[in-house]
């Protein structure tokens, strides 16, 4: 058991990539810098022009098209400007604060056909767009993907949960007596306070953007929920490496 942060993830385009990290600085009420910052508004978006948080409903994402799972992201920090690759796509670079036109084109093939297609890519102005009506943060546990991939007979890539800080906790679904309950992750506190249920985009491969794994399906059956990882809140900035030790307060 390593009850240590094991990988840290952002996401800087909601359901639009993927990107590693080995160190963050976390601001108490808000999501980890970087995440969620963007989200793309689909051509049939009622509320989510970028001025406050929205729900996903707005948005285009990968439960309804899964091809979108397959992205991986880089942002630069410094000059603003977002990497995007896809294995069939190909990679695209741009400044996702200026003019997106040429994304939109880029990844509307991405985009299944029966779905609303991408319109807009808004900025969070307030707060990231995350699933929550609060800037959360997801927690995620080893020991409980671990248990998944052993119901399911099959491995998993981690990264199909798009959570944000990894641990082992060394037992299945101890992080669900996390709830409202605060933990230290390095010098950060961050206060749980729910499960995150799961959708249809961590049943796609996010090497290949293809369904192959009945993920909700065994969640059900074999564990009797359909939650995976936990949803929290940061109440005590800080900063929080690879490695740093994880413990309920």
Not at 52 to 65: K, Q, V
């Amino acid at each position: 058991m390593t009850n240590t942060v094991t990988e840290i993830w952002r996401h800087s385009i909601k359901a639009h990539g993927r990107e590693t990290l080995e160190q963050v600085t976390l601001t108490a009420g808000q999501a980890l810098p970087g995440d969620r910052l963007w989200a793309v508004a689909h051509e049939e978006a009622k509320d989510a022009d970028g001025s406050e948080w929205a729900p996903c409903r707005n948005f285009t994402r990968a439960a309804g098209s899964p091809q979108l799972m397959a992205i991986a992201s880089q942002l630069n920090d410094k000059t603003g400007e977002l990497t995007l690759t896809h294995p069939t796509a190909g990679q695209i670079t741009f400044l996702p604060d200026g003019n997106a036109s040429a994304f939109l084109e880029w990844v509307r093939p991405l985009v299944a056909e029966n779905r609303p297609a991408p319109a807009q890519l808004v900025r969070a102005k307030s707060r990231a767009m995350t699933d929550t009506p609060y800037a959360s943060i997801t927690l995620a546990n080893l020991a409980s993907h671990k248990a998944v991939e052993t119901a399911m007979g099959q491995d998993l890539a981690r990264t199909r949960w798009r959570s944000n800080i990894w641990f082992d906790l060394g037992e299945a679904w101890a992080e669900e007596a996390w709830i409202d309950r605060e933990v230290q992750i390095g010098e950060a506190v961050l206060q749980v306070r729910e499960r995150v249920k799961r959708c249809m985009a961590t049943t796609a491969n996010p090497d290949t953007g293809e369904r192959d794994a009945e993920t909700l399906k065994t969640l059900n059956e074999s564990f009797g929920h359909q939650h995976f990882s936990v949803a929290a809140e940061v109440v005590r900035p800080g900063r929080i490496n690879l490695g740093d030790p994880v413990k309920v307060l």
